[in-house]
């Protein structure tokens, strides 16, 4: 193995401000080359990598992005590393650990928020990770090389899905995604390719003739003569050109063959090589001598790439320490990353209700506990290395109950309860959403039917990593675990929650959370290769996916409640459904739903809601200022919350919440 750093940039950060006792950060950025030996026994997992190129030496190389923010004088900080395993290349722990705005270039003292992460000492790293992205916006772009069949190119099937929530687009990448690199088709015959739509995922898939889309790309600009904008048709084997456009909501899937893919597993080499740089280099080349323990945080996405490097040994350092003492592995459900495969689209988001419904990501083991697959009998869990495994606070909302299958990361394929592991912890963060924004905002529908979900969660992030961070150094345990469990009636199929949810007026309840089902894709799937494409059900081989009971206002039980979810204004969910227009009525992506209490007793009469009134709970404002108060002492108590951040819910709820919350008539 061979690390190079190549450092561009070294500047002051947050214009030389201070931060407690870390004193001022500064900012360093360039890139990592990493060459690693396609023949070491720790790199023999990554798919792909004996068919790179190799130079003189021998080994594979790849060329990550990288920023690092740290103490200038390292021994002030905490001598702990946190890497922000950037989901899809961005920066995302400054906005949810230190509410600050999203930059993936952040320099200045508004960048660094409320501070939190640098007052608590911790050098900040950020190194690409993902191989299937393109430069631009800031994102951190790993280069990976190409495989090839003994030089000659390497073709098999691709399958990418589209579901659009805008009119007017016809000309899309490949990939779906303008950020991210599409695998180039072998041919523009659009005969040897199949292009369908449905208006749900199990309806069946309809062809669309080859004669009414193209292998092709929409290119506009200046005309001549006065002819005004004009557009142009140019054949692409990148894009797909639909002339007709993509309707709203309806699910487009394009099977391809493609070429070229690359060596996407390489990133989890980066990653472990890079970590155990910084940690064990004593040289000068090292900028970050003297750190003693590192930590990382992913969520959503890189939620699942945390799980999917511990599953597959990376975080061993190929010397039998550690590459992270923790991991915080936020809202990835049960799954781990689709990464490690040829012709994998890590980009891809794992499967839903209605969109990417049998995306790979999401394939048993699902728990950190050892387990059974009751289809196959097969055995196995992420955690499965006593020696180098991390310990795991694994924490996720309620959206994941409902589209990301999260109850199997605690039961068993059947749904009985499974205890995590000594060195984990499970909390759910109750009837709060996937992405849960920490900047206050009006409520918004979108695409959907309710107000999407309001609850802010940023203070577990803080308080959890004060709790891994003490775990990790002197073995203080954090607090047990708390999610929801079918042995106290906190986790129930469909069916009882169905009879627990109010009948709210005017709302449409969900038909069920994202079902799994156990998929073929193909006799070489297990050894990295997809060759079915779409994949096969099984038939009668599925996975129990159970969501969490709820109270008489439909807000969850079993887990941790935020202040505004413990003193409500609202049915906060972890569902929301698309309106009219396309899947009208199934679960929208990752959204969840914020539905208003009646404010008063009279509108609760008029409108025969169930759900007691506003101002039957509290009285008046400063009533509701002391309720949220309370839950947030409460979570203080219980190691949930830290002290600091009581003023700041507590400042958030004094005008009825205003602007998230939409109360309109009370004073």
């Excluded at 003739?209 to 193209?214: H, I, L, T, Y």
């Excluded at 099977?255 to 155990?276: E, F, K, N, Q, S």
Aim: charged share 25%; aromatic share 8%; proline share 8%.
């Amino acid at each position: 193995m061979r690390i190079t750093l190549e450092t561009a940039e070294r500047v002051a950060f947050a214009e030389g401000a201070p931060f407690g006792d870390a004193g001022p950060y500064e900012r360093l950025a360039g890139k990592i080359r990493l060459a690693v030996d396609p023949a070491a026994a720790h790199n023999r997992v990554i798919v792909d990598l004996d068919k790179a190129p190799r130079g003189a030496d021998g080994l594979v190389e790849c060329v990550a992005d990288f920023t690092i923010l740290k103490p200038v004088d390292i021994s002030r900080g905490n001598r702990r590393l946190f890497y922000d395993w950037g989901n899809r290349g961005n920066i995302r722990a400054l906005q949810f650990f230190n509410d600050a705005v999203h930059t993936n270039t952040p320099r200045s003292a508004a960048d660094a928020g409320n501070g939190f992460l640098f007052r608590r000492g911790y050098t900040m790293a950020w190194i690409a990770w993902e191989g299937d992205l393109l430069p631009g916006d800031g994102r951190f772009v790993l280069d990976t090389p190409v495989a090839t069949d003994a030089g000659k190119p390497i073709a098999g099937p691709v399958r990418a899905e589209y579901v659009l929530d805008d009119l007017g687009v016809n000309c899309l990448p490949l990939s779906g995604r303008a950020s991210t690199r599409s695998f180039p088709t072998v041919s523009l015959d659009t005969a040897k390719a199949t292009l369908t739509v449905r208006r749900y995922p199990n309806d069946p898939r309809v062809k669309i003739d080859p004669s009414r889309w193209q292998f092709a790309r929409l290119e506009g600009g200046a005309g001549l003569d006065g002819a005004g904008g004009e557009t142009g048709i140019a054949p692409s084997d990148r894009h797909i050109y639909l002339a007709d456009g993509f309707a709203p909501g309806l699910i487009y899937e394009l099977v391809y063959t493609a070429r070229d893919p690359r060596v996407h597993g390489l990133g989890h080499a980066m990653l472990r090589d890079a970590i155990g740089f910084f940690r064990h280099d004593a040289s000068e080349r090292n900028p970050l001598r003297g750190i003693e323990k590192a930590y990382c945080w992913g969520r959503s996405q890189t939620g699942r790439a945390i799980r999917d490097f511990v599953y597959l040994g990376f975080n061993d350092d190929g010397q039998e320490r550690k590459v992270f003492d923790g991991v915080l592995p936020h809202v990835a459900g049960a799954g781990k990353q689709w990464f490690n495969h040829r012709f994998s689209l890590p980009v891809t988001p794992a499967g839903q209700q209605h969109e990417d419904h049998d995306n790979p990501a999401d394939r048993f083991p699902f728990a950190y506990a050892e387990a059974t697959d009751h289809n196959t009998g097969q055995r196995d869990a992420i955690l499965k290395r006593p020696k180098t495994d991390p310990l795991v606070i694994h924490t996720q909302t309620a959206t994941e109950y409902w589209q990301r299958r999260g109850s199997l990361v605690h039961t068993d394929t059947q749904g009985n309860d499974l205890a995590p592991p000594p060195g984990v912890r499970v909390f759910l963060w109750a009837s709060s959403q996937h992405m849960a924004d920490p900047q206050l905002k009006k409520p918004t529908k979108g695409v959907c039917q309710n107000y999407v979900n309001v609850v802010s969660t940023s203070p577990l992030f803080r308080a959890a990593l004060d709790a891994l961070d003490r775990w990790v150094t002197d073995g203080t345990p954090p607090p047990d675990s708390r999610m929801p469990r079918r042995a106290d009636g906190t986790l129930v199929p469909m069916e009882a929650w169905a009879k627990q949810f109010p009948a709210i007026p005017g709302v449409m309840r969900p038909k069920g959370p994202s079902e799994l089902r156990l998929l073929d894709y193909g006799p070489d799937f297990d050894k990295g290769i997809l060759s079915v494409e779409p994949p096969r059900v099984l038939h009668n081989q599925t996975y129990a996916v159970l969501v969490p009971a709820v109270d008489a206002d439909g807000n969850d039980l079993g887990g941790v409640r935020m202040p505004v979810v413990d003193a409500p204004l609202g049915t906060y969910t972890g569902w929301n459904l698309r309106a009219r227009g396309g899947g009208h009525g199934s679960n929208h992506n990752f959204t969840g739903s914020y539905i208003p209490l009646p404010e008063t007793d009279a509108e609760q009469a008029m409108t025969g809601d169930p759900r007691k009134s506003i101002l039957a709970r509290y009285r008046d404002k400063a009533g509701y200022v002391r309720a949220i108060e309370a839950a947030a002492r409460k979570l203080v108590a219980e190691r949930l919350m830290l002290e600091e951040d009581v003023p700041r819910v507590v400042d958030a709820a004094r005008d009825w919440g205003r602007p998230r919350h939409d109360v309109r008539t009370l004073s």
